[in-house]
């Protein structure tokens, strides 16, 4: 078992930037890969962006650029670095664990609860 908290959401306005972590515990080497989702109001749950913790990331396009995803190995930590926000990335964000990279949520075995990003215009 692998349990991940999020910490960091809160509302901001637009063009501000938030930092969101997930601490990861418990059999965290069965997890090569952890990744962040979010699902907006009324949407489904769609792909941020992915990190292994030995190397190697990938983001969705709607925010490459402006997010930016790190890791901690030592804390068993990842985080999620938001950048010039915009009212449409106004969701709830979850960090995940899965054993490879992937943008697809079935592929994550491990989930947080989730955090509130509201970004207000």
């Known amino acids: 078992q692998v349990q991940l908290v999020e910490s960091g959401g809160g509302l901001v306005q637009a063009g501000g930037s938030l930092r969101l972590s997930c601490a990861a515990s418990?059999?965290?080497?069965?997890?090569?890969?952890m990744g962040w989702f979010r699902q907006p109001p009324g949407k489904e749950r769609e792909f941020v962006g992915y990190v292994r913790w030995v190397g190697g990331i990938d983001y969705a396009d709607s925010v490459r650029g402006r997010f930016t995803i790190s890791r901690d190995s030592a804390k068993n930590t990842v985080y999620l670095q938001m950048n010039s926000l915009k009212p449409e990335d106004t969701a709830v964000y979850y960090c995940?664990?899965?054993?490879?990279?992937?943008?697809?949520?079935?592929?994550?075995?491990?989930w947080g609860q989730g955090t509130q990003v509201s970004v207000s215009s």
């Open positions: 995940a664990a899965g054993r490879y990279g992937s943008r697809m949520p079935k592929d994550y075995g491990y």
């Open positions: 418990g059999r965290t080497s069965s997890s090569a890969v």
